[in-house]
């Protein structure tokens, strides 16, 4: 176990809200195809079987005991603590290709699609989260948190991301991931670091029972004691619940995203 102590602990937090932005709508269980009934499912696994894995598909959840994490917050029958085993990153993944794909549910090819993106989304966010310089990024799940013992496959209920880094330069707000920046790919160690969450993701099955906003709450206390002076997310202009949940843990708008102004994102800003 690392020394570090916990962060934060709640004795639950209710989330009146429902959804925020990335939050998954409509979501099969977590890691299985939404178009197998209950018969037996066969678990989505990635398609590039060249990259490193560990992947176990029957491995059981470990206990809080057992998790080797530096930031964990407790909340219900919940904990959010970074992920710490390659199962945890691949249903996170799973649950950003749910919900990526979640308007395409009458295309035949969607299931083939969602394991693409989620193939590459897990072996891409490993890679993110073992970087060393420049940028320090850390994938936060929610798991169950009782006395029955799960696959990670049934255990997994939520997750997102905080990037912590220096601004580029010529950067004055963080872009959305997935934006072609026209900065230099050179940080500015002179200035403050800050935190940018993104990929917001619960499992419907799970909503309305605090996990969004303890995973936010949990993800900005990681921020902070990264050094991050200021903490950003983007929402879409039109999520309303989004907006409700952000602006009850303190979040206030700073941008509307691009030059232009005519994207349909707005940038948020962490204020404590």
């Not at 934060?8 to 925020?20: K, W």
């Not at 696994?45 to 964990?72: A, M, W």
């Not at 880094?165 to 963080?174: A, D, M, V």
């Not at 900005?220 to 983007?234: K, M, P, T, V, W």
Request: glycine share 6%; with cysteine; proline share 4%.
């Amino acid at each position: 176990m690392k020394d570090e102590s916990l962060i934060s602990t709640n004795g639950g937090n209710e989330e009146t809200v429902t959804g925020s932005l990335n939050v998954a709508r409509g979501l099969s269980h977590p890691g299985l195809s939404s178009s197998l009934s209950n018969k037996a499912s066969v678990v989505p696994t990635p398609l590039v079987p060249n990259e490193p894995s560990d992947l176990r598909f029957n491995r059981l959840q470990p206990s809080i005991d057992e998790s080797d994490c530096k930031y964990k917050r407790l909340f219900g029958c919940y904990v959010a603590r970074e992920a710490v085993i390659d199962e945890e990153y691949w249903i996170a993944a799973w649950l950003r290709a749910e919900d990526r794909y979640e308007d395409q549910s009458g295309n035949r090819y969607v299931e083939s699609f969602k394991r693409k993106f989620a193939s590459q989304e897990f072996h891409a966010l490993k890679k993110r989260c073992s970087k060393q310089h420049g940028e320090k990024y850390i994938c936060f799940v929610a798991v169950k948190n009782d006395d029955l013992r799960r696959t990670v496959l049934n255990s997994v209920v939520g997750t997102l991301d905080v990037c912590v880094r220096h601004p580029l330069h010529g950067e004055k707000f963080p872009e959305e991931p997935g934006r072609s920046s026209t900065h230099c790919r050179i940080y500015q160690p002179d200035q403050p670091k800050f935190g940018y969450l993104t990929n917001v993701c619960v499992a419907k099955y799970a909503r309305r029972q605090g996990i969004a906003s303890n995973m936010l709450l949990l993800a900005i206390d990681a921020a902070r004691l990264n050094g991050a002076e200021n903490i950003y997310i983007h929402v879409h202009k039109d999520n309303l619940p989004a907006w409700k949940l952000y602006n009850q843990i303190g979040f206030k708008m700073v941008d509307r995203d691009g030059a232009d102004h005519s994207s349909d994102l707005c940038l948020l800003s962490f204020d404590s």
